[in-house]
């Protein structure tokens, strides 16, 4: 299993962007089970948990970015997004996807090789 992460890129503050996740080599019924999560990592800090999607379809957010940032999932493409609107600078970080082990809270894959978004001012 390896995650494919794409989507992001260079927006000036206030814009928008849409992540995508592909989960490759996990079979349908794994990864309908799956917690998946969107992580970031901002240049000199620790990686940060974004945003979960239980496979049942609930959702937590992380506070800093509650209200601006949405997550979604798609089993049949084993895939999952995050939709990312209203963006400020501090949101500019390398952004990781990984399923969510429940049982530790630790990623449960090695770690893909993210997607870059830089939010100018």
């Known amino acids: 299993v390896y995650l494919v992460e794409s989507g992001g890129g260079l927006v000036q503050a206030g814009g928008s962007l849409r992540l995508s996740c592909v989960v490759r080599g996990s079979i349908l019924s794994v990864f309908n089970a799956l917690t998946m999560a969107w992580y970031r990592q901002a240049p000199g800090k620790q990686r940060e948990l974004v945003a979960t999607?239980?496979?049942?379809?609930?959702?937590d957010i992380t506070d800093s970015v509650k209200g601006r940032f949405a997550i979604s999932r798609n089993n049949g493409r084993r895939a999952a997004y995050l939709e990312m609107n209203s963006l400020k600078p501090e949101d500019t970080a390398v952004y990781y996807c990984n399923a969510l082990d429940e049982n530790t809270f630790n990623p449960s894959y090695s770690w893909g090789q993210g997607t870059q978004v830089t939010v100018s001012s």
């Open positions: 999607i239980t496979s049942g379809g609930n959702i």
